[in-house]
Structure formats: structure tokens, C-alpha cells
């Protein structure tokens, strides 16, 4: 390949020649101009043999490439190396990646996008770690999942006068975790690695731990076993199925596990924390691989693991199928392997009373049996041991790039292949797995359920004494591979509250909507339509769909939805009392160009009188950005 030039070097320097990190900035400031035109017209080769059959015709979840040409030079070179496409540029040397980074980007990347320190580190050391009340700790807040935010430093009527504080810049667009508020902290993870403790009444720098690959999961923070001074790791894990713990008030590293050796496995839940372990779900990005009719499908195990919180021992690992095994070829001659898939990437509900662990899973890849697919399924804490499985959907076999069945239509342009060709199960399903956690929550006379959702729309009560019997059940949305509830519901003590994440709406549907169901009975309190999509970009790829996962406070439910707006509606009745356009240019308290896009993935979380939210994730509508918003009553 051609594209020689002070650039180029600088990768081949990062992939293996020694060079000290001064001495990479330093060279890498200015490639030559003549460098990058090379490289880009090497890159453009590539990008045309190797990702412009998904890219060029857009459409689900593949960006069209003028988002990829929204990120930077590093920030392509860290996709094809640790982020969602390592697999697909599997061959792919040092060189090409800097070509094709170059011709997304038009520049040369330079070093890992972490590499340089942030501007505005705070002026006074970190207090020491406190847990309150008021804190959002872990994914879903509490113990049961619920996101339910009892204690959030405001109140109901203080929520129209939420005003911009301050907002935080990434270094590349595509938010990822979600930003968690512990001891007048914000912990956050970041699509380049980076994770950050910022202050939470200003937004500086307390400090920074750069992870080996993207990092999208919420961060917890748990007090460590040991003899005083008591010691809090922050914990949280990684594309590249990595989990860390750091101690939480000085970013050092005090243990890090890998705990999948499959090349696509991925840890995207928040791990949930009991009496010193973790429990962690394991997913993976094999489903794309399956774009590659000769890639050799699948092989890819979800496992739900427990590990010692200290150390990081691994003390039980539970896998949700059997060992795959060669079973076909695939109509090209290709190897084909099941079962496989049945990722875990909800993060658990611990259920102490019972000695439970509750986790939900997704779909199998192929056709091979998969008895945990699709299903809440208990755990045994102490040995892993399954103690129940309630499967809500059967052949559910789905890899990305085939033709789902009842739509077969084409999502993928030449990409696609129907049942049975290339990659494809020969029985195809729909992709409807679980959208979110499961939560646990008490009706008032004293009985217990799980909640939970699906991409089908479908909304579930589930009995913890009974196996997990379905109670009630009922349907927010149509449903679709990207649609149902894609994050998750939130429940207060006497509702669920179900969001809508239809992007693809059929005749007659709508895109996304609010609804809010009796805890006890399933019935509809309440349902509110979603208001005409209002996008900031046009009407490219504008929805109103609400994919977010959701947020409650007393009297207070928050929505975020594909067009870039957050909304509050009142619980009580389902009315907006708050709307506010997230996808802006933003001015940033550490002096990075960002501005918010589609809202999605990680909810907006409450604690200590603010609201912290992420804009810009954009996986399914593309329009992607790169801020963190902390609001605050009228922006004091």
C-alpha cells in the first residue's frame, strides 16, 4: 500500500517500534500533505473492496459513511483495532488502517486518542469517597434495577426550570457509558478508552485511566474488603471483555481480568456488585461478523461470570449454551459452527432473600438448540448453578445481514443474504431478546415481581417464587431487531414505565411513545404519543423514536428520543413538562469542540440537585456527537 510520511510513522509506531510518548506527539503534530494524500487514495481502495457494500447503503444499525467521516483519524484507527470492527479488519496491517483512517477522516492518525491529558484538571485534590443517599451508583441506581431515583436533590416542580451548568467534551464522537454521580463525582466511560472522575458542580478533572478498548459501561463504586482506611474501587468493563477496578479517588489500576478470549466478546452491562463480587454478563460483536460470508459463524459463547471484588479471581463462570461445534456448510463452502450467541448484555438483578441472580439474554446465531435464548433465566449466587429459565421467544437465530422474516426487504444492499445462504440460519428469527435489565420490585401486599422488556414490544411480570411464571404481560410496540424496548423501563413504587424504540415503524405505528403500566396488574395508567420528530440535522434519518433507557424521579419520568430531544413527562398523567433539544453545539468546560446528537443507550441520571446526560450515541440513526450536559436549576 502506498502513503508513506511522518503520519504513517507514527502508526507503525504504535504498533510495535518504541518510542517514548513525547517523542510520538512531537512527530505527529503535521503529516505532510502529500503523506495524507496518499494514504487517502490507498484508504479509498480499501474502503471500496472491504466496507462500502454495509456502509454505502446505510441503513439499521450500519453508519453511513458521512458519519464515519465525522470522527477523527484516531478514532477510526481505534474501531479497526479494539473498538466493533476489529474483526472485520482481521488481516488488516498497521499500514491499512492508517490508509483508511485517512480516508475517512482526511488526516493520518496520529497516537491513541487518550494519550495527551485533559485541560482543565481540577486546582484542589479529590475529596474522599463518601457514598449518600442521593448518589447514582451502577446502572440501575439500587439493588433492584429499578432506575428509580428517590432522593434526587430536586423536586417535581423544579424540572421545567432545568438549565444548562456545564458540558463536558469527548475527544470522538459516539458517546458511550453511562455517567454515574458517587461522592460529588461523575464517573464516565468513553468510546476511546478514556474513563474520567470529573467534579460535579464544575466538570474538572480529578483524573483519568485509559482502558485497552472502548469502554461503554456504567461505572460502580463499592468499598473493598480490608482493614481500615477503607478503600473504593470503581469498577466497570470493556469492548474487549476486559473488567477493571480502580481506586476510585486516584484512577490507579489495582486489578484487571480478561474474561473471554473470543475476539468479538465484549462486556457492555455494568456488572452487578453483591457482598464483595461481581457478576458479570459477556456479549459480543460476532454478529457482525457474519457480514463476511466467509468468516466461519459462530462460535461465540455468552456467559454470565462471578468474580472475587479484590482480586479479580474468577470464582464461577456459567455458559448460556453448549460448546459449538461444526454442524454445516454454508451455501459458499464455509465452515459453520453452533450453538453460539445467547449474549448477556444487561446488567443483573441481585436477588439476596432468594440467593438468586436474575439475567436476562439475547438471541441464538444459528440454528443449533439454544434453551437459554431469549429468557430470564436464575442463577444460584454462591455456585452459578441455572435454578430456573423462562424463555419468552424460541429460534430466535439472528447475525446482521440476512433477511429477517416477516420484512424481507434488504436492510444491507448487496450485503444481504436470505435464510440459509451464506451466514444466515436457515431458520431466521426476528432479533426480539431482552432490551434491558430486569427489575425487581414489591406490590404492596407484599408480593414480589421481575420486570422486564423485549425488542418485540412485549412487557413482562415475572414470579420470583414460581420459576419465573409470567404474571402479566403486555405490548408497548410493534417491535423490530432495533425496536421494542431497546434499554430498558424504570418503575417507581406503583408503576412501570415502557418507552418505545420503533425506528422503523410500519404503517399505522408509531416510532417511539410512553406508557405507564400498573405494577400489580399490568393494566395502562397511561400512554402518551411521541411529539413530531424535530431534528437539528433535517430530515435525514430523524425519528422519534425512544430508544434511551429511562429515568425516574418522584413525580418525574425522564425520555430521551432519536431526534436529540430529552423530555420529562409528569408520572402521574403522562404530560411533557420539560423538553429540551440536546443535539447543539455546546461550549465545554474543557475545551473540546463537541455537540450532542440521537439520544439513546444510557439514560439521563438525577442525584445531588442536577441531571447528567449523554448526546450524541447515534448507533441507529447515525447523527452521532460528543457531550456530557450537567443541568441544573435555572444553570446555578
Given at each position: ?188 466511560s468513553s468510546m476511546t478508552g478514556r474513563v474520567y472522575a470529573l467534579d460535579a458542580a464544575s466538570g474538572c478533572v480529578y483524573w483519568t485511566y485509559d482502558a485497552e478498548a472502548p469502554a461503554r459501561t456504567a461505572i460502580s463504586i463499592d468499598a473493598l474488603p480490608g482493614p481500615p482506611p477503607t478503600r473504593y474501587a470503581a469498577i466497570f468493563g470493556d469492548d474487549g471483555a476486559h473488567v477493571y477496578a480502580l481506586d476510585a479517588r486516584t484512577g490507579a489500576l489495582i486489578w484487571k481480568r480478561r474474561l473471554d478470549p473470543h475476539p468479538s466478546a465484549r462486556v457492555t452491562a455494568a456488572p452487578a456488585l453483591h457482598a464483595h463480587r461481581l457478576y458479570v454478563p459477556l456479549s459480543s460483536l460476532e454478529e457482525l461478523s457474519a457480514l463476511d460470508p466467509k468468516y466461519e459463524c459462530c462460535k461465540f459463547r455468552g456467559s454470565v461470570v462471578a468474580l472475587d471484588e479484590a482480586t479479580g479471581q474468577v470464582l464461577w463462570r456459567r455458559y448460556l ?316
Open positions: 500500500m502506498s502513503g508513506s510520511g511522518t503520519g504513517r510513522r507514527v502508526w507503525l509506531a504504535l504498533a510495535g517500534v518504541a518510542l517514548s510518548a513525547q517523542a510520538l506527539y512531537a512527530i505527529a503534530q503535521e503529516p505532510s500533505p502529500p503523506a495524507v494524500a496518499a494514504a487517502q487514495t490507498a484508504g479509498k481502495t480499501l474502503y471500496d473492496s472491504r466496507c462500502a457494500a454495509c456502509h454505502e447503503h446505510a441503513q439499521a444499525r450500519i453508519p453511513p459513511r458521512s458519519e464515519l467521516q465525522k470522527k477523527s483519524a484516531d478514532a477510526v484507527a481505534l474501531t479497526l483495532t479494539s473498538g466493533s470492527m476489529r474483526l472485520q479488519a482481521s488481516g488488516l496491517g498497521a499500514p491499512e488502517i492508517a490508509d483508511l483512517a485517512a480516508y475517512l477522516s482526511g488526516n493520518l492518525p496520529r497516537a491513541h486518542l487518550s494519550a495527551a491529558p485533559e485541560q482543565n484538571p481540577c486546582a484542589t485534590p479529590a475529596p474522599p469517597i463518601v457514598l449518600a443517599a442521593g448518589d447514582w451508583n451502577g446502572w440501575g441506581l439500587d439493588a433492584a434495577n429499578s432506575r428509580f431515583q428517590r432522593k434526587p436533590g430536586l423536586a417535581a416542580g423544579d424540572v421545567p426550570r432545568l438549565k444548562v451548568k456545564w458540558a463536558f467534551g469527548y475527544h470522538d464522537v459516539g458517546v458511550y457509558g453511562q455517567p454515574n454521580v458517587i461522592a460529588g463525582r461523575v464517573f464516565i449454551t453448549a460448546t459449538p461445534r461444526p454442524y454445516r456448510k454454508s451455501s459458499l463452502g464455509t465452515q459453520l459452527y453452533g450453538p453460539a450467541g445467547v449474549s448477556s448484555w444487561h446488567t443483573p438483578l441481585v436477588d439476596a432473600k432468594r440467593g438468586l441472580l436474575y439475567a436476562v439474554t439475547g438471541n441464538s446465531y444459528t440454528t443449533q438448540p439454544a434453551p437459554l435464548s431469549d429468557a430470564l433465566i436464575a442463577l444460584d449466587l454462591a455456585s452459578g448453578a441455572v435454578k430456573w429459565v423462562q424463555q419468552v421467544a424460541h429460534e430466535d437465530n439472528y447475525v446482521v445481514g440476512c433477511v429477517t422474516p416477516p420484512d424481507q426487504t434488504c436492510p444491507y444492499g448487496p450485503s444481504c443474504a436470505k435464510a440459509g445462504e451464506a451466514n444466515c440460519p436457515a431458520r431466521m428469527g426476528p432479533d426480539h431478546d431482552f432490551g434491558g435489565a430486569p427489575i425487581l420490585r414489591t406490590l404492596p401486599d407484599g408480593r414480589e415481581l421481575i420486570l422486564a422488556a423485549t425488542k418485540a414490544g412485549a412487557v413482562y411480570a415475572f414470579d420470583p417464587d414460581h420459576a419465573g411464571r409470567i404474571l402479566w404481560q403486555a405490548q408497548s410496540g410493534q417491535g423490530s431487531d432495533v425496536g421494542g424496548s431497546e434499554w430498558g423501563p424504570a418503575a417507581d413504587e406503583g408503576q412501570l414505565y415502557v418507552a418505545v424504540s420503533d425506528v422503523h415503524p410500519r404503517p399505522g405505528h408509531s416510532p417511539g411513545g410512553l406508557t405507564a403500566y400498573d405494577l400489580a396488574s399490568g393494566a395502562v395508567r397511561w400512554h402518551t404519543d411521541p411529539p413530531p420528530a424535530q431534528c437539528s440535522w433535517g430530515s435525514e434519518r430523524c425519528s422519534s423514536a425512544q430508544s434511551q433507557a429511562l429515568s425516574v424521579i418522584p413525580g418525574v419520568v425522564f425520555s430521551g428520543s432519536q431526534d436529540g430531544h430529552l423530555r420529562a413527562y409528569a408520572s402521574a398523567d403522562g404530560r411533557i413538562i420539560w423538553d429540551v433539544d440536546t443535539a447543539q453545539a455546546f461550549t465545554t468546560v474543557n475545551g473540546v469542540s463537541a455537540s450532542g446528537g440521537s439520544l439513546d443507550h444510557a439514560g439521563p441520571v438525577i442525584a445531588q440537585g442536577r441531571l447528567f446526560v449523554n448526546s450524541g450515541y447515534g448507533k441507529i440513526t447515525g447523527h452521532t456527537g460528543n457531550v456530557l450536559i450537567a443541568f441544573s436549576i435555572d444553570g446555578h
